[in-house]
């Protein structure tokens, strides 16, 4: 099923008073304090609608096609800086981008299907850098790790890309690998270990019941 469409026209507010005093009262008013950035621009300190936002912005990298007072801009979301109790959102940096512009971003990977019993798939990258459109950013890059067995390791070479991708990390970086739990191999390394004094405690006493035959 294709993805839906999703509406990220944002209407900005500009607004010229700073401070943390100036910015609770605008979160008190269902608001956002954000700044606009680049393309040799001075930065632009506006005010975003608190709820549209926070909805756009659980899709990682969400680009916002502002209206700022009647002029349109294509901002990519940098940074979203949060309260870490509350995580109310304190402030966002915006960065201004064209159509068809490429920009370097960090897309999550999300690990899909089941290894082979036994194992478990070991995400050592959350992330993965890519060359993309701005336009055309994917919201996760997807990796399979459906039955593969216990030392596959899948590199960021061996990941599917969108069409115009293009990696910006070296292709071995390892994403995933796919290995059987430490614990599991602790408790059959004790399994082991066990068995083997037990057979050594077996062995000894089969030794000594022959001794005592033969001394009969």
Do not use: C, W
């Not at 401070?19 to 606009?36: D, S, Y």
């Not at 609608?49 to 940098?78: C, F, S």
Request: hydrophobic share 45%; charged share 25%.
């Amino acid at each position: 099923m294709a993805e839906k469409a999703i509406d990220n026209t944002v209407h900005a507010e500009p607004r010229e008073n700073f401070g943390k005093g100036f910015a609770r009262r605008l979160r008190a008013a269902g608001k956002i304090p954000a700044v606009i950035y680049g393309h040799g621009t001075e930065p632009t300190h506006v005010a975003l609608p608190g709820h549209q936002v926070a909805l756009l912005i659980r899709r990682a990298n969400a680009v916002l096609e502002l209206d700022v007072a009647g002029a349109k801009q294509l901002t990519l979301v940098k940074d979203v800086q949060k309260d870490p109790v509350h995580q109310i959102i304190e402030h966002i940096d915006l960065l201004v981008v064209t159509r068809g512009e490429r920009v370097q971003v960090e897309v999550p990977v999300v690990v899909v299907g089941e290894p082979a019993a036994g194992t478990v798939a070991n995400l050592d990258s959350a992330t993965i850098t890519l060359d993309v459109e701005a336009t055309h950013i994917p919201q996760n890059i997807e990796v399979n790790v459906e039955e593969l067995e216990d030392g596959t390791r899948i590199t960021a070479g061996d990941l599917t890309l969108t069409d115009g991708a293009k990696l910006a990390v070296d292709a071995d970086t390892l994403v995933v690998a796919v290995a059987i739990p430490t614990d599991t191999l602790a408790a059959e390394a004790e399994i082991a270990e066990l068995d083997a004094a037990v057979a050594a405690d077996q062995a000894i006493e089969a030794e000594e019941a022959k001794e005592e035959s033969d001394e009969s």
